[in-house]
């Protein structure tokens, strides 16, 4: 049974800094291509960042670009999202996604992912 499971959310103030997690188990974590996905309040839910399966890739959310970082650990079955000067509208529910297919490029939407974890939730205070 695959798991994915979200970590490090939580309260902080804008211009503040985050890292999640995202254990992930029952795949083969290498194969595959992680995305960070994120819903705000009474918003859709929106692409954040995705990573190739061997990490030497990645594409990012205009919003949070040379704000946000997204790398992995295959050894460990981890992708992370680190997430520095925080602003207001960066709240929301946080969660990771598998897919096999890289597409080099462009967003990710919800049809594409395999996988998906229950997320955690990033609240910024202004």
């Known amino acids: 049974q695959v798991q994915l499971v979200e970590s490090g959310g939580g309260l902080v103030q804008a211009g503040g800094s985050l890292r999640l997690s995202c254990a992930a188990s029952?795949?083969?974590?290498?194969?595959?291509?992680m995305v960070w996905f994120r819903q705000a309040p009474g918003k859709e839910r929106e692409f954040v960042q995705s990573i190739k399966w061997s990490g030497d890739s990645t594409y990012y959310a205009d919003s949070v670009m040379g704000r946000f970082t997204i790398s992995r650990d295959n050894a460990k079955n981890t992708v992370y999202l680190q997430m520095n000067s925080l602003k207001p509208e960066d709240t929301g529910v946080y969660y990771c996604?598998?897919?096999?297919?890289?597409?080099?490029?462009?967003?990710?939407?919800?049809?594409?992912?395999?996988?998906w974890g229950k997320g955690t939730l990033v609240t910024v205070s202004s």
């Open positions: 029952g795949l083969t974590f290498s194969r595959y291509v």
């Open positions: 996604a598998a897919t096999t297919y890289w597409y080099d490029g462009r967003r990710y939407g919800g049809t594409d992912m395999d996988y």
